[in-house]
């Protein structure tokens, strides 16, 4: 079965940070490109970040507004993706999925989504 | 603000057709595929139509997908209760090196 997992969500203080990791399985994992996407209470859909296939050199693309505080990577040998994110504020409050794609808009696997709180 | 724009809501009675709009520019609509998303409350969202108007494996043909110009349309027909979510559009913006998505459309089955 394909499936993609989340985990390492959790409450957090401003100022604070946390890693993310999706587990994925039942696909082979490297070939794809992986994005994290959040959603907000209240708000829409925000793509956060995404890596492409290990054929196109695992390059890294970020949204403008978090570039410098968030870091995308994978480990194709376990198959799994993370989100390392630092300095996190209160507007990142969300629920982050990963997502695999093959052409990084064509997300067609999602992670159930895991949630991240910043609050004092 | 959204880089690319859809109408907040949009409602129909059951059985009926609605569409939703997703407007853009020459940098992303205009140059590159569109996908759309299906977000029911409390859930991920699922890829309803990828390459402007491909549907995945499982997707109902009432869903459908085109795009001219800067601009792409979702169509969903024989509408459903079960229909009610919210949906995106989602594509690549050359200049922005990034992917986007549009603020997204609450549909209510009246």
């Known amino acids: 079965e394909v499936q993609l997992v989340e985990s390492g969500g959790g409450v957090v203080q401003p100022g604070g940070s946390l890693r993310l990791s999706c587990v994925a399985s039942g696909f082979p994992f490297s070939g794809y490109a992986q994005s994290w996407v959040r959603r907000a209470p209240g708000k829409g859909l925000e793509w956060v970040a995404a890596?492409?296939?290990?054929?196109?050199?695992?390059?890294?693309y970020y949204a403008d507004s978090l570039k410098g505080r968030f870091t995308i990577s994978r480990d194709n040998s376990k198959s799994t993706l993370f989100l390392q994110m630092n300095s996190l504020r209160a507007e990142d409050t969300a629920v982050y999925y990963c997502a695999n794609s093959v052409q990084m808009v064509d997300m067609d696997v999602w992670g159930k989504g895991t949630t991240v709180t910043v609050s004092s | 603000q959204s880089v690319l724009t859809q109408p907040p809501s949009v409602s129909a009675a059951p059985g009926q057709k609605v569409t939703i709009s997703c407007s853009g520019s020459?940098?992303?609509?205009?140059?590159?595929?569109v996908s759309w998303y299906q977000q029911l409350p409390g859930t991920a969202p699922k890829l309803l139509i990828y390459?402007?108007?491909n549907r995945p494996s499982g997707i109902p043909v009432r869903f459908s997908g085109s795009k001219s110009g800067t601009s792409a349309t979702l169509g969903i027909t024989g509408l459903q209760t079960g229909d009610e979510a919210d949906y995106f559009c989602g594509t690549w913006d050359n200049s922005l090196s990034a992917v986007v998505f549009g603020g997204g459309t609450k549909l209510t089955v009246l």
């Open positions: 890596i492409s296939g290990s054929g196109d050199g695992d390059r890294t």
């Open positions: 020459s940098s992303n609509i205009g140059s590159n595929y």
């Open positions: 390459d402007n108007n």
